[in-house]
């Protein structure tokens, strides 16, 4: 098995800049299929799975190891709120600080 090693940040450009495989890849909202919520970029986290959860002005998106994107903007209203903090947890919970307050995402994906 191949293994892959990403470092990601987000920069005050609005865009995440990612290392991967060798070299730099820049994302914004522009040029990601049904990519970022917003440019807007204020937390990153690891997934278990290997996944990246971006935490944006526009909501909480998620980057999975092979390039797809998944914006969550579920009837839970805080989804859609602008994440500030993220906190992932050994068990795959996913603790969210919006500006509405604390959310949870557990490993199936319910809130």
């Known amino acids: 098995m191949r293994r892959v090693s990403t470092f990601s940040l987000p ?11 060798g070299r730099w890849q820049t994302y914004n909202k522009a040029n990601t299929k049904s990519g970022l919520s917003n440019d807007h970029v204020w ?4 997934s278990v ?13 998620r980057l999975d190891r092979d390039g797809r994107w998944q914006t969550l903007n579920t009837a839970n ?8 903090a993220l906190a992932p ?7 969210i ?14 809130w």
């Open 77 to 84: 209203a805080k989804s859609r709120l602008a994440v500030l």
């Open 43 to 46: 937390a990153l986290a690891p």
């Open 97 to 110: 600080g919006t500006e509405g307050g604390l959310a949870r995402l557990d490993k199936y994906g319910r």
């Open 49 to 61: 799975d290997g996944a990246l959860w971006i935490g944006t002005t526009g909501g909480l998106t």
């Open 11 to 21: 920069t005050f450009e609005r865009r995440i800049s990612a290392y991967r495989d």
């Open 89 to 95: 947890s050994a068990d795959g919970v996913l603790w």
